[in-house]
């Protein structure tokens, strides 16, 4: 079996997919993006197909180390989001070849099931009560939502006490029984986020997100230390090399993208690590049908698995496109009581809606991520 054609496709609302052809008519799916530079990575998987057009897709690690590794320069965002997607689409061909899920491949489901949370309260979160009580309603026992919108340099009182409203209006919507995820989104520095994790402890969520920027990773074991509050980050860190400095550092919870961190590979390299110190994994996804299938099947096969993000309803997907609008048969992907049942289906176990993704290239998308301002005009984190 040869690759004989890899195609890219800019689909609404932000997303990116990629279709590996075989000689012998199987095709795999992928989902390589950098929400926001759809464009640049859509150039690296053409340049990194290369390195796969003529070649046996079967041989997965094979082509994982040269995707990764053939270029002196590496690492990075883009090349492994492009790696991530191409990756993903192997595996789908070699579950499809065998007749199994990929899931078998990595050695067989540890669980019948996955759970599954939703957001609530968009970027500058709102009415979050409301939205709390709906997605409970719609079964799901687990939510997410942002702590702040924009923020100061450093914390006012108002500020502190808003974050601690929003979070206390959410449990007391929906009580004990579901969890609630809060997310910094890196947005507060490291003294802030010491603070804003001693106001809400009381509340207990089930961990807070991404407390500081990446690069003051350097800051997260005196976090840790601080709080009983369950650390998560991982959505910006690419490769197991970056998720050990966090590890180390004692954090719970670990995040990383199928789309953004190498892939069902490498993903699954970093879950092994994670168990290695206790750590659980959430893989980060609010992104599209492919990504969701991608990290469904790297849960189902993990021992040390905690929370499925999905976007189905987020914010960024308003006025555009949902992911079940590019999958034929939305069953897979439902969870009417929180969680996602297993499924036997070969590969990633989705059909992707060829014709519907071949029209939404044709509209395509220049999604950008929004950018901040503090009062003064200068540049405040989104």
């Known amino acids: 079996m040869k ?10 609302p932000r997303w990116v997919f990629c279709r590996v052809e075989t000689d012998e008519g199987l095709v795999g799916w992928g989902e390589p993006v950098v929400e926001g530079r759809a464009e640049t990575v859509r150039t690296a998987v053409s340049e990194l197909s290369e390195l796969l057009i003529g070649e046996d897709p ?14 002196f320069y590496r690492g990075g965002p883009v090349l492994s989001s492009a790696v991530a997607g191409l990756d993903q689409a192997l595996w789908d061909i070699l579950g499809k070849w065998l007749g199994v899920p990929v899931h078998a491949l990595l050695g067989g489901a540890v669980r019948d099931r996955v759970r599954v949370y939703g957001w609530i309260g968009g970027d500058d979160p709102h009415e979050v009560a409301d939205a709390a009580r709906q997605q409970s309603a719609a079964g799901l026992t687990a939510l997410k939502m942002n702590a702040t919108g924009r923020w100061d340099r450093l914390a006012t009182a108002a500020g502190v006490r808003e974050v601690v409203r929003r979070v206390e209006e959410v449990r007391d919507a929906v009580g004990d029984q579901v969890d609630i995820a809060v997310d910094f989104h890196g947005r507060v520095g490291p003294a802030d986020a010491r603070r804003l994790l001693s106001a809400i402890e009381p509340l207990t969520p089930i961990f807070v997100e991404e407390p500081v920027l990446p690069e ?15 650390i998560a980050t991982g959505e910006r ?3 197991r090399a970056s998720f050990l400095p966090v590890l180390d550092a004692g954090v719970a919870v670990l995040q990383p993208d199928l789309s953004h961190a190498g892939g069902i590979s490498e993903v699954r390299r970093i879950a092994a690590l994670g168990e290695t110190h206790g750590a659980l994994l959430a893989p980060h996804c609010p992104l599209g049908p492919i990504a969701l299938a991608s990290s469904l099947q790297v849960a189902f096969a993990t021992p040390n698995f905690l929370l499925q993000e999905q976007s189905i309803g987020i914010h960024y997907n308003a006025g555009s496109a ?13 969870f009417p009581a929180g969680h996602i049942e297993r499924w036997d289906a070969p590969g990633l176990g989705i059909e992707v809606d060829e014709d519907a993704v071949r029209a939404a290239d044709a509209v395509g998308h220049r999604w950008r ?5 503090h009062p003064d005009g200068s540049f405040a984190e989104w």
């Not at 690759?3 to 609404?12: G, H, L, M, S, W």
């Not at 079967?58 to 270029?71: M, V, Y």
């Not at 003051?216 to 509050?229: E, H, K, P, Y």
Request: net charge neutral; glycine share 6%.
């Open 3 to 12: 690759i004989t054609r890899i195609e890219t496709f800019a689909v609404p």
């Open 58 to 71: 079967r041989r997965i690690e094979h082509h994982w180390q040269r995707l990764s590794k053939g270029g």
């Open 369 to 373: 991520s929004p950018v901040w301002e």
């Open 237 to 239: 860190l690419f490769d």
């Open 322 to 334: 949902e992911l079940l609008d590019y999958v034929i048969g939305r069953e897979p992907l439902a």
């Open 216 to 230: 003051f990773s350097m800051r997260l074991r005196d976090i840790v230390a601080g709080t009983t509050i369950p």
